[in-house]
């Protein structure tokens, strides 16, 4: 899709794909407000603004409309965003006791900062995300919701250069 076919269309529409992009309503919001932009690169630029504008309800919002690293049964439902299954392929060919592995450390994430684990995963392997959220339990929440942050900007702009091809 074109940003020029995107422009065209209902506005419930755009905010579908929007949300499809980043589970956040402010986001969404905001982001209806920049259309029409030029190009991808000022698209992709007034994502990263005006996510970095929303809030930490915003960015929790988006963190629970992600499909848990691991989580076969999400991941194969019909309502599961394709984006999700494609970003998790890699991981999905993983060992199955890897992937056991990677629920639990999951789950003692979220016990720790009260949101699932967000890491632009397109690519990773099970090994690779574990040893990763193992790193990161030991953050600061503080520190923590910033770089969950920061993995759900990369995850909304890589979203948004597969929808704007």
């Not at 963190?63 to 076969?72: P, Y």
């Amino acid at each position: 899709m074109t940003i020029a076919e995107f422009d065209n269309l209902p506005a419930a529409e755009k905010y579908a794909l929007l949300f499809s992009c980043c589970g956040s309503a402010g986001w969404v919001d905001s982001m209806l407000g920049v259309f029409p932009v030029q190009d991808l690169v000022d698209l992709l630029e007034y994502a990263e603004e005006k996510w970095f504008e929303c809030n930490h309800s915003d960015w929790l919002e988006a963190f629970e409309n992600h499909a848990r690293l691991g989580d076969k049964n999400a991941l194969s439902q019909e309502d599961t965003p394709q984006f999700g299954k494609a970003e998790q392929a890699a991981l999905l060919s993983s060992d199955e006791s890897v992937i056991k592995q990677l629920v639990a450390a999951n789950a003692d994430y979220e016990d720790v900062f009260g949101y699932m684990f967000i890491s632009f995963a397109p690519g990773k392997t099970g090994e690779q995300l574990l040893e990763e959220i193992g790193e990161r339990l030991n953050n600061d929440p503080r520190v923590e919701i910033e770089i969950a942050a920061a993995e759900q900007d990369k995850i909304t702009k890589h979203r948004l250069k597969k929808l704007f091809r």
